[in-house]
């Protein structure tokens, strides 16, 4: 069970904004982008103003922003014909730079362990590769938690939530970086064991 299971639910709450979004000719790359570049701006804004408490009350805000948009840009090009090659690339990609771009820049926040966030980070994209690499060997794009995509916004939204409210890190956030890289590991074996387990090669031919 992860936060992803709750999407479903959210994709209905969103569905009158992605049928206004469509009617006025706004193309699922084009949120893609924006949620990409959207990203980009806000990490760029804490790493400028580690210091700032406004500058990481953004990150919270964003991340459920964002969230809105994947679903949205994922909704147009399923509901609305606007599958495309670019977009499977860009929905890709723009996952792995946006946590990056959103997650790195917390590294120069004054007691947050920076080694923490940049492994992390890492295992955001370790993760996402972990899901992506199922679909060449035969299986389908895996999803599984307990740390996908949605469970690190959540994380990092909170983290940068109890920061902007003026929190002082210490061991709290420590340990909470140091369970979601667990959490991050625990992650990437569950998506590559369910992935060979779908194709059934968990077993090595004699």
């Given at each position: 069970?992860?936060?992803?299971?709750?999407?479903?639910?959210?994709q209905n709450l969103l569905?009158?904004?992605?049928?206004?979004?469509?009617?006025?000719?706004?193309?699922?790359?084009?949120?893609?982008?924006?949620a990409l570049f959207g990203?980009?701006?806000?990490?760029?804004?804490?790493?400028?103003?580690?210091?700032?408490?406004?500058?990481?009350?953004?990150?919270?805000?964003?991340?459920?922003?964002?969230?809105?948009?994947?679903?949205?840009?994922?909704?147009?090009?399923?509901?609305?014909?606007?599958?495309?090659?670019?977009?499977?690339?860009?929905?890709?990609?723009?996952?792995?730079?946006?946590?990056?771009?959103?997650?790195?820049?917390?590294?120069?926040?004054?007691?947050?362990?920076?080694?923490?966030?940049?492994?992390?980070?890492?295992?955001?994209?370790?993760?996402?590769?972990?899901?992506?690499?199922?679909?060449?060997?035969?299986?389908?794009?895996?999803?599984?938690?307990?740390?996908?995509?949605?469970?690190?916004?959540?994380?990092?939204?909170?983290?940068?939530?109890?920061?902007?409210?003026?929190?002082?890190?210490?061991?709290?956030?420590?340990?909470?970086?140091?369970?979601?890289?667990?959490?991050?590991?625990?992650?990437?074996?569950?998506?590559?064991?369910?992935?060979l387990r779908e194709t059934?090669?968990?077993?090595?031919?004699?």
């Amino acid at each position: 069970m992860t936060i992803y299971d709750l999407k479903p639910a959210f994709q209905n709450l969103l569905r009158p904004v992605c049928r206004s979004l469509a009617a006025l000719g706004v193309t699922a790359n084009q949120v893609t982008l924006a949620a990409l570049f959207g990203s980009i701006l806000i990490g760029l804004l804490v790493a400028w103003f580690p210091e700032s408490r406004w500058a990481v009350l953004l990150v919270p805000g964003w991340l459920f922003i964002r969230m809105a948009l994947n679903a949205i840009d994922g909704m147009l090009a399923r509901e609305h014909r606007m599958q495309s090659r670019l977009g499977g690339i860009l929905n890709e990609l723009g996952d792995v730079v946006s946590d990056a771009a959103l997650y790195l820049p917390l590294a120069r926040v004054p007691g947050i362990s920076p080694h923490l966030v940049v492994a992390v980070v890492f295992l955001c994209l370790l993760t996402e590769m972990a899901g992506v690499v199922a679909v060449q060997i035969g299986a389908s794009r895996r999803y599984d938690g307990p740390m996908g995509k949605s469970d690190r916004a959540f994380a990092f939204g909170l983290l940068a939530l109890l920061l902007g409210l003026g929190v002082h890190p210490g061991s709290w956030s420590t340990l909470g970086l140091a369970g979601v890289v667990v959490l991050a590991w625990i992650t990437v074996f569950n998506r590559s064991a369910h992935a060979l387990r779908e194709t059934g090669t968990t077993r090595k031919s004699p």
